[in-house]
């Protein structure tokens, strides 16, 4: 390389796990380059330097070596997804948390529950977080169609250890993770899309089918309580399919009161 890569520092001064950054793009551009011919990377990002490029500049925002970084991600519907325990790292490398974040794990397995706690960098002491596996887990499915078994099922307690970390992250140091997503972020979008019978003679929908409603249910909280959905937004979107109830209404108008209460705690 005609200009050598530096071993940089972090804002704060100390070094961050020596990571090995690029100081230019001309730099960054030859780095993703050389991890997009080598055998060991990930085969998503194997001849593939343009993507690379993404990861060399996203492990650069967080002062951590790119190829370490490159090791944690994999490709969900065509986005680019890192895996949860990196969303730590990055708080910790970035300096977005002081101390460490601590969890307050209640019960096991399926039953498992969890309290996230951190004091943001420049906040006005600690901050939480709740959730349960039964509010946070996704649903794998085969080829067939068929439920399998994933990570949930597996190792509930680490599971919801990283959904935790990147809930508190997206609410108290959204700066971190700017960009990036995680695959079970991905994964339960499919569970915002509206699915509804259409009634032929009639230009007004029916009722929303509540057998719809107790499927889509779980992915509409998820994705009020990430910021992405307000109630009224997503109970517009499905009520251009179908009807709700008041029932139904009050339900997903829970879950924006229920994040509301965490962040006034």
């Known amino acids: 390389m005609s200009t050598s890569l530096a071993t940089q520092q972090a804002m704060t001064g100390e070094v961050r796990a020596n990571a090995l950054m690029p100081t230019s793009i001309h730099e960054a551009i030859q780095l993703s380059e ?9 085969d998503h990002l194997r001849g593939k ?16 070596d790119a190829v370490s970084v490159a090791q944690c991600t994999s490709v969900v519907h065509g986005r680019l997804c890192y895996e949860g ?6 708080l910790y490398a970035m300096g977005a948390v002081e101390g460490r974040l601590e969890y307050d794990i209640q019960g096991s397995g399926q039953a498992a529950t969890i309290i996230v706690t951190g004091t943001p960098r420049g906040g006005n002491g600690p901050q939480s977080v709740r959730g349960t596996v039964k509010d946070w887990r996704t649903y794998t499915k085969n080829k067939d169609g068929k439920q399998v078994e994933n990570a949930w099922d597996k190792i ?12 508190w992250a997206r609410r108290y140091a959204p700066e971190a993770l700017l960009g990036v997503y995680t695959a079970d972020e991905v994964e339960p979008m499919a569970d915002v899309r509206v699915v509804a019978t259409v009634q032929h003679g009639d230009s007004s929908p029916g009722a929303y089918p509540s057998e719809q409603f107790d499927r889509n249910l779980p992915g ?24 709700l109830t008041e029932d139904q209404k009050k339900k997903i108008r829970a879950a924006e009161s229920a994040a509301a209460t965490e962040v006034n705690q």
């Open 34 to 42: 050389i991890m997009a011919k080598a055998n060991l990377v990930p």
């Open 49 to 64: 330097s343009g993507d690379c490029l993404l990861i060399v500049m996203q492990a650069q925002r967080w002062g951590m």
């Open 85 to 90: 325990k990196l969303v730590a790292a990055a």
């Open 156 to 167: 509930p307690e680490d599971m919801l250890v990283y959904r935790g970390t990147r809930q």
């Open 220 to 243: 509409w909280i998820s994705a009020i309580q990430e910021g992405k959905r307000t109630a009224d937004q997503i109970i517009a979107m499905v009520e251009s399919k179908g009807a």
